[in-house]
């Protein structure tokens, strides 16, 4: 006999059947998957991108290690919106057909207006197109960016990015036959001088520079911002946050100094 | 379904319990993307406590600037579904106190829930965020750019599973407590 006088069949049948180290192996998965993406992203996102796409228009790969201290210095190449040499500075990298860009440009702008006038705070705009993401447009607008500034300076320079980022869909959505040439007319830049320059291809090593120091400093989805006070502390910040949240951030870091 | 619901809701430390858990899943939905800075913040020397405190709250602001509405709402979903069954299954195991069987399939299922959770989580605009990470490291990226809504199809799927284990725990806990009877074995 299989059994034992007193004890149940059903128990001898469970015995046999359940799996002690099911729910413990379950939990320790899990954790070890949730470790697995906490200790490689670093507190800082990545974003997908193919190897094909690197070789084709990178001149760099994303560096296996990443240092945010390694954000390029302003310079006066850079496009900088308020004060040069207020004590809070924002760059942003950012990709023009990113819809949640576009949402951190309000929040941005939000921000300038209320610390812009006073000096406090300064803005540096450079590009970061998610080429797997947007393979279509967001070089050629970046480019374009960079030709406005050469034609018509800084001020230009922001109106075509405020301007884009406002009627645009995202997305790689836009016709830019269309849309281009009627931001060319608003600002008042030749639409066939600013064409021949991004034809010419000379910003598009500018633009990778700005891709390279991104990736460089830990970015790896856009928007990808790092806040640098005068004395050098950094803080990052990754993805569009809220306005409060910015806010606060410059609060601490003026506090911090 | 509901009454079992409403029984869990009305007594306080499984209502407590799946609050406290959902919270927890939230924040960390929330926060991750931004640890870097959290601790860089909350490391702080010279900031008080309460500005610290004030930061961090700041940040779950970002479920409406930083999250499409697909993200946010599985993000949510798997928060309030995981909380939810982490007090079902307690209620269940201590009345139960015994069906280990049953208990271990509702785990697994319910933690492979949680797991493609939390491989589906990440802000729309940082892209699926740990799916990424673990990917990254067997070479295997790509795999994302081919799902048409880049990972965040894990999420959807997390729902899901929690939804069902959810569903099948509450079948459970309405089911009437006998011993189920096993055939004998002949010869």
Redesign the interface.
Known sequence: M?ETTGA???T???SK????Y??PG??V??GF??G????????????????TTLASKSLSAPPAQTN?AAVRAITEEDHIKGNPNAPVVIVEYSDYE????K??HV?MNNIMQKYGKTGEVAWVYRHFPLD??HPRNARIVAAASECVNELAGNDAFWQFTDGYMAVTPSNDRTDLKTVLPQLYREIGVDQGAVEDCVASGRYDQHVQDDVDNAFLTGG????WSILVTKSGKI???????????VE??IS?AQ??G | MVSVLRQLGTQWKYALLALSVSSAVFSFAIWLPNMSLIATVVSSQTLPWYEKLSFVWSLYGGIRSNFSILSATYTIGIALLTGINVALLAYYIRRVRGGVRSIANSGVTGIAGLASGVFGIGCASCGTLVIASVLAVFGTLGVLSILPFGGEEFGILGVLLLGYVTYTLIKKINAPLVCEHAPAKTG
Do not use: H, M
Not at chain 1, 98 to 101: A, K, N, Q, S, V
Not at chain 1, 235 to 245: D, M, R, V
């Open positions: 299989e149940p069949a059903r001898t049948a469970w059947q359940s799996n002690p099911l729910v379950a939990i998965l899990a998957l949730i697995a993406g906490l200790y490689f992203s670093g507190g800082v996102q990545i974003q997908t991108f193919t190897d945010i990113c819809p949640f860009c949402r951190f929040t797997q993401l790896r989805g856009t928007p803080y990052p910040i990754n993805g569009a946050q809220s306005q409060q949240t606060q951030l601490i506090k911090e």
